[in-house]
């Protein structure tokens, strides 16, 4: 069960409205990477979670808090959409393409033009749970595998695909106010790929996964011949001064073998014939259905 | 610029059909961590790859064999899907629920209602580039963003998620040539698991990538008071327990502080007034509008 | 900001796994009118709204309620996919289709045939956020769009869709476990029906909005000729006898004039000439292109 | 069975092209709240309908005129992409932003920077089944429940926010051909939030569909303890102060209580051990699998 | 502008309700080759068109038409929902798998087990704008390009994947009031496969349109080199014997060359620098960032 | 089984960065009609095929090409963005509208105010498996029907809608780099639709597929009465004009009838009585139910 205490988690206020950078910011609120990602990943991932208290517990406290950070950019987001069109107008001249654009300009189309026409049509100067082309948030976008290890490599990479995304964002804005408030996410961010690089190696410590993840699937029923092959598929040697092309395997558990010209195991496929109940076409004419 | 071989990577046949078993499949063709997903992500990351040549190689060499992953599976599920209705029948009453259902039944219902119904309409008994319960495999599936430790790590997952989606499929098959071509995607997936986990090793040997990612940003731009704090948003401690609650950071950058009860650092948001052009609801009532 | 208690909001505990039951229940956790589109909804209203304090914290307190909600179905549905093979065997065999469907067949067909088969291979029995038929939940489902007439009545919807999918599922089960849960989230949604037909006689008590919706758009600027006219364009008359068809307008502002045959008032639409650039079809032969 | 008219139901010709409004347009006529919307949810609610035929009669007509509202829309939309570049850039220069931009520059990129890529690429200056960034219309957007309170409710709900977007559209253009036609669609949609409120009454009035929706389900199934309780789960007691949370419940049948500090009525949720055979992580190390 | 008669166009009656038939039916309805599908793509073709009045006008009555083949669709599938319980069991029982797999069982649990659950939950025995997996329809299935010759070819496709799927739907059933149904569908089929067929001819007859399609793009500036050179990239030389790989082309405009093993023509692509200020990864370590 | 050649089938080198046209260029990229479509579907029809060694051949022949196609459309894309600031602002300022809105204009904001924004914040100037207005490809873009002769009328359409979005594209930029490579495409979209009309042409010759396709579903089982009647829906009578309504029928088994207006021959629908289980509104109120 969950309550909401009416102050942001960090502030959120812009310096001055910017409509354009709005849509530019729904990216780490409703895109692939973004906030709601992370919260309906962890959220999910700790509602399924059938393991050790300590990890379950973990996984909820992140979740809860990705909940505020989804809170904190809707509401910067609306804030970037205040733009009076007068006051849109004297900032804009002053130092940015829009305004450059504007002399003699209809207002609206200026504002209206750099936008997500849906800032305007759909929402009136809000926020909306989609990425910065406007494509709607879909659930898709997470996983709750039961597997730590998997989900949790998944948690990683979310927070460094989301890191990297605002230190983009953060580049494309001067707002002070807009930059504060990347600074936290930031920080946030890592702190969390800590966090889950850190569930990982307990973990293993714990005996509860390891590489191959899954490791409780016995691996003596894969084809171990081909476990530990690196197979070259494309022109080029280069691949092969690489640390995955040579010596030990990561996990231990293998020699790594190069093979430059990685032989067919397989036999040339041969499907059995159509149905001709489905229409498909056959290899010779059927006798005429008439 | 690709050639194509006849002969496949690796076995493909089963050793009976098995429409059922053919639409659980889907999901490691066309589903979220299918091989479709790793065949169109690692050929765009390699496409899109601006750093040094064994890493766009080593991308190239791996999103080229996936291409026949997919192909391997497609030729499958094409072949589980070859019930000749008579011999489906006969094949059913022995040794599965299908069959326990059938007994003079109409065989059409019997194949139908256990399928996905577009492996007879749609496709007319072939693989279809969808997941297991008939969506249709979409690009936000994949990631390509330049940096390559963000997309190593999620490539780890996929392959992590891949695995186990396999594992779990081993175990809902007996028939001996899915389980065979099974065994050899379950050890190409602990090869690329080893393999990208070394390439995120050299990339830090490299100096080139590191955590937090992406380590080209400033760290000093982020608002450092939180970079290492373990912040408790969910009723329980149990979370106070583990590795990453306490203790050095695992990039080596941080002591980790843990707080119990995370306070609010922002204000109380406080929107800005209705734009009246845009029809929203105002905090007092607008003029007479007539 | 926002904090999670360990207790459900209420009881969300199966008297016995039924996987197939969790593919149905589904519905109203990630369809179109599930729990996280009333949560998404509430919550983006109420990040965006502008009107009186008293509505944005009405908005808040139930899209916080609503997470609790989410909560509880995916806890339920994470227990509901709990079958020891074994176990619903037997308790299959006794009471249901599926094992009457069993007799003699591997079980691990019985289980995935009559289920989502993402429940077993992509979330290792756990809760997705999906509909029942396993379409991901996306963001379009939501609306927030700073006109809080419009916003409330698609919240009273939300309700009664929400309470008419929660009554038919009371009736596809006979778990007293699962119909206590549900006892709850139905009378949850009479209470939330009732609260937004609340807000919107008070949105209109205090002048805030009212009908037509946005009210604050000068209505005069609207074709008034057909504001009040009821248009007939489908054969038979029946629909003349209803009060939509007659007397005034529920809005008191004008009175309905029924029109059995209602004129084409706009002219035979006339497109302007191909554009040669765009290679679309002209009305007449361009000169030969060489 | 439906039969054509050549002319348009009402006029549909703006004054001059302007292609980046074509774009905004599209947002009432393939967005969620578009006419392609009311037009499919009425006709499947009308062909779904089991109710008296006044209402199915009612649902048909409405469902019939929406076909020629998209119409309208498309025909409209197809003239304002008729930009002849010389025209567009003499036009542009007078009044808008984009002629701003375009002293010196070259014509098709003035037109296609501020357009919708698709209506050149894609349609060739037509119009297309989507909304204002592009995304396609889809079913999910549409509802026919069976249950016409529910539905009547969406389609309220459909009339006001169509008429709200279709009220700011009208105030991003001063085109006054574009104007006439947005009048015509204001003033429909005018009498149809009439209508759909007159059909609620007289379902109620003719004792079919009452609150709680849906009425035909025994209310005391639901746990009544808490189907008139306000629950605050958000800091902040503004929420107080409404006529939710007070006297009598709208629908008459109770009393509403306002609660401050919701209790969880729940247990913490405790999920069974994970099934091994699906390589979730357990609570404890599994034996060696080898 | 469109009128609606109350008598469908053909008969839809099906002879008994079959709720699993229902969940296969709405492949034609809603699926990527349904009824919608062309009815919305002839209406936004014709809606489109700047071409000739005559194929204007037989574009919008062919998509007229289609209106109610959907109505004759939703009308069918509404009626095969309509399984009373009682005699739900006792037809089944006769000559079905759901008959033999329900001795003893729950007949909910039957119905809702073949059936798409959404036909219970959300729809309440009605049909849907969905396919047989129940994904909605979207307009992404559509094209309306402004080109004829480009869209009668998808025209001439959709007309051939819609009645091949028909004939398959033909063959699941042994209702006669189906059969009766779809033998109408099919008809119409071949009509309309034969009405696109004749208007590329004419198209062809006019002057307007030929091969290659656009033909108003002047082909002297395509690489005339390549444009009828065959190239095979694939093992196997069968291909060699087809009527593409030698003699005329099909346009009459080249002769084709057969190329064994394709060159390739292009530089080894070698993409420039990583900008820093997007944080990709570069070729060598960037100066420490601090 | 597939290997990769270093070189690109052919030059993808722009003369100067765009990152307009490159959000541009994506739609023949990952559009509905762009080259994934293509790659995507003939391989699964290459994969699904049971008919003749010489189509399978062919298919592949070109599936495999295409793969090809798709490189060198990302590995333009990935230049087009490789704006340096300084450089942009420079050759922007010289010959397009960026430029001229760019005087004393924040970099920044014109790079981002034009492009794609996922182009900077999620791949950081790389291409994307998208559309021009950002949407994700997805898989029910292509077909694989098991009939050669819908699957190859798709294709031939395939290439036109795509051979017209090169056109089209090849217009909207003036780059020689570009233009070089799309004389490519356009030359192989030319040799493309001479391909597979070939193929159609060869299926008829081999007797294996024929008008009204699919030919192995017997004819006489539809209702030949209506198979070659033309019905006029839509006023007006141009139509009549057409090839299509009038003389023998291009499959050359019919004679064409024109029916001017086109009688209903089926019923006025009527559906069964509410299942009150589901709580749909009936025709009459149903006893109390308390």
Known sequence: MFFRQNQLQYH?????????????????LGGQWGEISVMMTYLFQGWNCRG??????????????????????????????EASPVEAREEAAKDSVIGAAMGGARIEDAIVAGMNPQHVIVTGSGAAPTDSVGYPWNARYTIASGNMLADFRFNVTAESQGRLQVSRLYQLTEDKGVRDMLSFLLARDTMHQNQWLAAIKELEADGLEMTPCPSNFPQKLELTDVSYQYLDFSEGSESKQGGWAKGSSVDGKGKIKYVAEPPAMGEVPELGPVDPRLQGTPKKPHKAAA
Chains 1, 2, 3, 4, 5, 6 share one sequence.
Request: charged share 30%; net charge negative.
């Open 12 to 28: 959120a206020k812009p310096d001055r409205p910017d409509p354009v950078y709005a849509k530019q910011l729904q990216e780490v």
């Open 52 to 81: 050790p208290a300590k990890y379950r517990d973990m996984i909820m406290d992140i979740g809860t808090e990705e909940i505020g950070h989804v809170e904190m950019l809707a509401t910067m987001i609306a804030q970037l959409l």
